[in-house]
């Protein structure tokens, strides 16, 4: 996380908060972002030294003007003045840290050999949901490496119940065990 992103995205964060907007706002965030990865050449466009502010913020205009809230354009504007518009990604991160925090919202992300089905992924979340006490959004990966069972990261803590990390143990607490 870069220090423009998180002030930023703090500062658009703190004042749809106050003003409501929360969830208005981080869901536009949500689909710009996504837009913006799929068309890297829009982000080019508005880092282009050669273009005049000016003409960026123009073509900004045109691009969103009436399709996003006010306070969502007036951020981007505020990213191309600054020439810092590629930092959008990570104000959204933020952005979203932060409503997660709020909501009592946690980002799991489960690694697994194969991939978990719908039943298994519902049954996985009601259960992360019931110990943490708070409502998960859960990301499902595969990890070829793995031998089977799961790992989980979430807020920078990784629980890992794979066979691979019980071998490991069971290694260890064997060679441990002759010294």
């Keep these: 996380m870069t220090e423009i992103g998180k002030a930023y995205g703090g500062a658009l964060f703190q004042l749809a908060r106050e003003e409501g907007l929360d969830e208005t706002i981080g869901a536009q965030l949500k689909v710009l972002c996504e837009a913006l990865r799929e068309d890297p050449d829009y982000v080019r466009l508005m880092m282009t030294p050669t273009l005049k502010k000016s003409k960026r913020l123009e073509i900004l205009g045109e691009s969103f003007s009436g399709k996003i809230h006010e306070y969502v354009l007036n951020f981007l504007s505020i990213l191309v003045e600054n020439g810092t518009f590629e930092e959008i990604f990570a104000c959204r991160e933020e952005y979203q840290k932060l409503y997660n925090k709020a909501h009592g919202i946690v ?16 049954k996985l979340r009601e259960k992360l949901e019931k110990t943490l006490g708070k409502t998960v959004e859960l990301q499902c990966r595969i990890d070829r490496s793995m031998l089977g069972g799961v790992r989980l990261e979430m807020e920078g803590e990784r629980l890992d119940g794979s066979v691979k990390s019980r071998l490991d143990g069971i290694r260890a607490a064997l060679f441990g065990a002759k010294a």
């Design 107 to 122: 980002t799991v992300v489960a690694y697994t050999v194969i991939e978990l089905d719908d039943e298994l992924q519902g």
